[in-house]
């Protein structure tokens, strides 16, 4: 067998977003798993619950993210809509969102968690204030987070960026 050197990066956003189920943030680990989001501050030591899957709760989505010292998370009880929830990095104070048909989080930025739902324009909802916000023009999933811009693939087949500091749009590249 060959040596490949692999070469590890972080998110220069300071917020992180999975779907795979874990994440690393300020040298801690989040691990989804059967039981909801778990902490772990060392691969050695014991995980600690902070988002409970239960009957009560609904199952906790793979689909999580931090940023700016908190955790929102989805979940979603049988024949149910979803939930997207907002909470300490303890997982304490817990705070209803919004609930939808269907909910991807994109990412998290000043404060605010942007996600997409079954209409798939890119929305944001402010984890202090609690106000809603839709962007229009941004249309199409999925979207992804790059710094300050949330990039997605136009129904004309161009790629986009909506920048979150100066609310305005860049087309980045065509698909031809």
């Given amino acids: 067998c060959g040596e490949t050197e692999v070469m590890m990066t972080s998110n220069i956003t300071g917020s992180k977003v999975t779907q795979t189920g874990v994440i690393e943030y ?3 680990y989040y691990i989804v798993d059967t039981n909801g989001i778990n902490y772990k501050n060392s691969l050695d030591e ?3 619950v902070i988002a409970h899957t239960s009957a009560a709760n609904g ?3 793979n689909n999580f993210a931090i940023g700016d010292e908190k955790i929102y998370f989805i979940t979603t009880k049988k024949k149910q809509a ?3 929830y907002q909470c300490e990095l303890d997982g304490k104070k817990r705070k209803k969102l919004i609930v939808r048909d269907d909910i991807t989080i994109v990412g998290v ?3 605010a968690v942007y996600f997409y739902d079954e209409q798939n324009y890119l929305k944001c909802i402010d984890g202090k204030t609690g106000s ?3 962007f229009p023009t941004a249309y199409g999933s999925p979207f992804y987070q790059y710094n300050n811009c949330f ?3 136009a129904s004309d087949g161009i790629l986009e960026a909506y920048n979150c500091d100066d609310s305005s749009y860049i087309i980045t ?3 031809n």
Avoid: P
């Fill in 26 to 28: 300020q040298n801690a």
């Fill in 132 to 134: 809603k916000t839709e």
């Fill in 82 to 84: 979803k939930t997207l």
């Fill in 151 to 153: 990039i997605h693939k």
């Fill in 59 to 61: 199952i906790v989505q």
């Fill in 173 to 175: 590249k065509t698909s």
């Fill in 46 to 48: 014991k995980s600690i």
């Fill in 109 to 111: 930025y000043n404060n």
